[in-house]
């Protein structure tokens, strides 16, 4: 199946995509699955977004959806 990848912020040196800009993953696959694939660390990860709605690690995937993540907030004033 492929997915659409948006990486916010310091994730986005880690987007691994096809000529059509989807990534491919493994029907069934989960969003850890997607984070392991991509070579995200792990223990970084602070937002998921699937579609529009917060999600986790374990939100399982499907054919065209849309996976928002966010790292830890960086900056500040």
Do not use: W, Y
């Amino acid at each position: 199946m492929k997915v659409d990848v948006k990486l916010m912020s310091i994730f986005a040196k880690f987007h691994k995509c096809d000529a059509d800009g989807k990534t491919a993953l493994k029907d069934g696959g989960t969003v850890l699955d997607l984070v392991r694939f991509l070579g995200l660390p792990e223990e970084h990860v602070r937002l998921i977004a699937v579609n529009g709605k917060q999600s986790d690690l374990q939100t399982v995937l499907s054919e065209g959806d849309t996976v928002f993540i966010f790292p830890p907030a960086v900056g500040g004033g």
